[in-house]
């Protein structure tokens, strides 16, 4: 019943038991609790196998959506490239130094401050 989503309080109405009997039955240590977990892995494991099974279906349908237009095939691309492990960089790092200049550039400034080329240097 429990598997079924009947709640602990009809559970316990229908076998003539305490909410509380029944409640300890599916969340303290004991035989009912170990079956249970059990079952509920069992499920669990069902659902992942379904999901698993349908992912290439899903591949597939995501790939023609891609091959539409708009914002459809939009979002189709970038969900394709997110479960690719492709996600866009969330923050950009620098690891160099950076010079910020608040006045005019002095003339005996490096020729890369003033914008000139390596060649112009």
């Not at 950076?98 to 002095?106: A, F, H, K, S, Y």
Request: proline share 6%; charged share 30%.
């Amino acid at each position: 019943m429990k598997l079924s989503g009947v709640p602990v309080a009809e559970i316990a109405k229908a076998v003539g038991r305490s909410y509380y009997t029944i409640r300890n039955w599916f969340y303290e240590a004991g035989p009912v609790r170990e079956e249970w977990e059990r079952l509920r892995q069992e499920r669990i494991a069902h659902a992942q196998d379904i999901i698993i099974g349908s992912a290439p279906r899903a591949a597939v349908r995501i790939r023609e959506l891609m091959e539409t237009e708009g914002a459809v095939a939009l979002g189709a691309a970038k969900d394709t490239l997110d479960r690719a492990g492709l996600k866009p960089t969330e923050r950009l790092e620098h690891s160099g130094s950076v010079i910020l200049q608040t006045g005019p550039i002095p003339e005996d400034a490096p020729g890369w401050m003033r914008g000139e080329s390596e060649s112009e240097s």
